[in-house]
């Protein structure tokens, strides 16, 4: 089956500028993730969709970032202005179910390398 | 909160040989699950093995091993007969009752032939 999809691959852009990725998962999976990976730390969830709905962005930086899945599928996040701080791969994974239960596999797609200048 | 701690940044392994990656953390959860994910220079992270908290018995997957110490939150990796495609970033991972994944900074393996 066709894993997780994401692009663009890498991204640069100068600092204040806007930036969106996108993320198509996994066909059927219900739940989806975006990840912040920055440089030498693990990945931090900033949001979590369980359809088309949010189940958590507790870590979404809301003033500049956003994020939706329109028809519980594909995903978009935006950052906007960007800052050099931003720097960092984006991770998008999903999961089968409907709970996003505690023991399901995260598949993760191949991220996006993005600059901040 | 729930923290994930890998103390060993990088490790090295000469191919065929055993190597042990460490994780430790902390939670005053009673059930959770325990992950270990592979994140190969490619970037796609993918799951070695999974450990549920109250399965007393070490989870297995071929060649990846654990070994489980739920009184001292330990949680390490055992890589058996290593090979250069075992060259990766290995992250530990932690997931509660808030289903949220929590992971550690990661190890870098590396494998010399």
């Known amino acids: 089956e066709a894993g997780v999809a994401q692009s663009p691959r890498y991204k640069i852009i100068e600092k204040r500028q806007s930036v969106a990725f996108w993320c198509n998962p996994i066909s059927g999976h219900a739940t989806l993730y975006w990840y912040q990976q920055i440089l030498g730390q693990g990945p931090k969830l900033l949001i979590q969709?369980?359809?088309?709905?949010?189940?958590?962005d507790s870590q979404l930086p809301k003033d500049r970032f956003s994020a939706e899945r329109l028809k519980g599928v594909d995903s978009t996040l935006k950052i906007q202005p960007a800052k050099l701080e931003d720097s960092a791969v984006y991770l998008c994974a999903s999961s089968l179910s409907q709970r996003g239960g505690r023991r399901e596999t995260q598949y993760f797609g191949p991220g996006t390398r993005l600059l901040v200048l | 909160a729930q923290t994930v701690t890998q103390s060993q940044p990088e490790m090295s392994v000469q191919e065929a040989e055993t190597v042990t990656l460490s994780c430790t953390y902390d939670t005053s959860e009673s059930d959770y699950y325990l992950f270990w994910y592979k994140q190969p220079p490619s970037r796609q992270m993918i799951l070695v093995i999974r450990q549920e908290a109250y399965k007393q018995q070490n989870a297995t997957e071929n060649r990846f091993s654990v070994n489980f110490q739920k009184a001292a939150k330990s949680f390490s990796l055992k890589i058996s007969d290593s090979q250069l495609g075992d060259a990766a970033m290995y992250f530990c991972?932690?997931?509660?009752?808030?289903?949220?994944?929590?992971f550690g900074k990661g190890t870098l393996l590396t494998v010399n032939p």
């Open positions: 991972a932690y997931r509660g009752s808030n289903y949220k994944l929590t």
């Open positions: 969709f369980q359809n088309n709905g949010v189940v958590d």
